[in-house]
């Protein structure tokens, strides 16, 4: 029982854990940490948020099978989705995260991967990622098969002026934002 609260120690705690925090966190969960059940498994959510990929890694290998816990309504697939961390986002759905469950709000992750996102940066629809790693999150889930015709998608790109991912979303098969007269 000691074990699921050092974990979330070594992850949550840098200034009594040190540098080497990921290198504490592997060793717990190569030692037998129990991961599969809440709370170990919310160690998972919490190195996603912190792009802690190895440990995230480490967790698969050992056998995590909860990669869809949440924390107040959020998966670690939502965290790393809004911290722009793509490597983990796409380990979590290689290893069956689902890229259409929804926070307590009615958010999907792909709702978390544009709202930190520069439109700027993106590219089009079936072109390469450019600079922003929340448009390879976005391009990756959808590839995963998001549902791109959440109404909330399409409702928060166009009010944050996200062109880019209208575009995507469109290609993708989403209905166009409604123009106003």
Not at 17 to 27: C, F, K
Not at 145 to 170: C, S
């Given at each position: 029982?000691?074990?699921?609260?050092?974990?979330?120690?070594?992850?949550?705690?840098?200034?009594?854990?040190g540098?080497?925090?990921?290198?504490?966190?592997?060793?717990?969960?190569?030692?037998?940490?129990?991961?599969?059940?809440?709370?170990?498994?919310?160690?998972?959510?919490?190195?996603?948020?912190?792009?802690?990929?190895?440990?995230?890694?480490?967790?698969?290998?050992?056998?995590?099978?909860?990669?869809?816990?949440?924390?107040?309504?959020?998966?670690?697939?939502?965290?790393?989705?809004?911290?722009?961390?793509?490597?983990?986002?796409?380990?979590?759905?290689?290893?069956?995260?689902?890229?259409?469950?929804?926070?307590?709000?009615?958010?999907?992750?792909?709702?978390?991967?544009?709202?930190?996102?520069?439109?700027?940066?993106?590219?089009g629809?079936?072109?390469?990622?450019?600079?922003?790693?929340?448009?390879?999150?976005?391009?990756?889930?959808?590839?995963?098969?998001?549902?791109?015709?959440?109404?909330?998608?399409?409702?928060?790109?166009?009010?944050?002026?996200?062109?880019?991912?209208?575009?995507?979303m469109?290609?993708?098969?989403a209905?166009?934002?409604?123009?106003?007269e």
């Amino acid at each position: 029982e000691g074990q699921v609260p050092a974990l979330i120690h070594a992850l949550c705690d840098d200034e009594k854990t040190g540098d080497d925090t990921d290198a504490i966190a592997i060793a717990l969960i190569e030692a037998g940490t129990n991961i599969s059940k809440k709370p170990g498994s919310l160690a998972g959510l919490f190195a996603a948020r912190d792009g802690r990929r190895k440990v995230v890694m480490s967790m698969i290998t050992e056998g995590w099978d909860d990669v869809d816990v949440a924390l107040e309504g959020l998966t670690p697939l939502m965290v790393a989705a809004h911290h722009g961390h793509s490597l983990i986002a796409k380990h979590l759905v290689l290893n069956d995260a689902d890229v259409n469950k929804e926070d307590d709000e009615g958010s999907p992750p792909l709702l978390f991967a544009l709202l930190d996102s520069e439109d700027s940066l993106w590219t089009g629809p079936g072109e390469d990622p450019g600079l922003d790693d929340s448009e390879t999150i976005f391009k990756a889930l959808i590839k995963a098969g998001a549902d791109v015709t959440k109404p909330i998608l399409m409702e928060t790109a166009k009010k944050f002026d996200k062109k880019k991912a209208i575009e995507i979303m469109v290609a993708a098969g989403a209905t166009g934002p409604v123009k106003e007269e």
